[in-house]
């Protein structure tokens, strides 16, 4: 079974850093694609990193501050300096991966890991 697991959230005053990893598990081909998603409080979940091959892609609100990169094919990283109270979300990691035994590539979620930015 295909699971997604994410690590390094918590709790960080305004203008500190964070960082977030991701490590697939399971019976897995193949990757195509890792990234990153947050939801806040009464928002909808948004994009903040992705990673394909070897282009990155950013949400505006993050560029400049946020780097998303993979040391090997299972595990994802999205470091977060100077970070504001705005960035506060339950982050979640994503990949777009072929399972043993499945033809097709598909959409998988973990949990999510809160980050918290607060004096």
């Known amino acids: 079974q295909v699971q997604l697991v994410e690590s390094g959230g918590g709790l960080v005053q305004p203008g500190g850093s964070l960082r977030l990893s991701c490590t697939a598990s399971?019976?897995?081909?193949?990757?195509?694609?890792m990234g990153w998603y947050r939801q806040a409080p009464g928002k909808e979940r948004e994009l903040v990193a992705t990673i394909r091959g070897g282009n990155w892609n950013y949400a505006d609100s993050v560029k400049g501050r946020f780097t998303i990169s993979r040391d090997n094919a299972k595990t994802v990283y999205l470091q977060m300096n100077s970070l504001k109270p705005e960035d506060t979300a339950v982050y979640y990691c994503?990949?777009?991966?072929?399972?043993?035994?499945?033809?097709?590539?598909?959409?998988?979620w973990g949990q999510g890991t809160q980050v918290t930015v607060s004096s």
């Open positions: 994503t990949a777009d991966l072929r399972p043993s035994g499945i033809a097709n590539y598909r959409a998988y």
């Open positions: 399971g019976s897995i081909l193949s990757i195509a694609a």
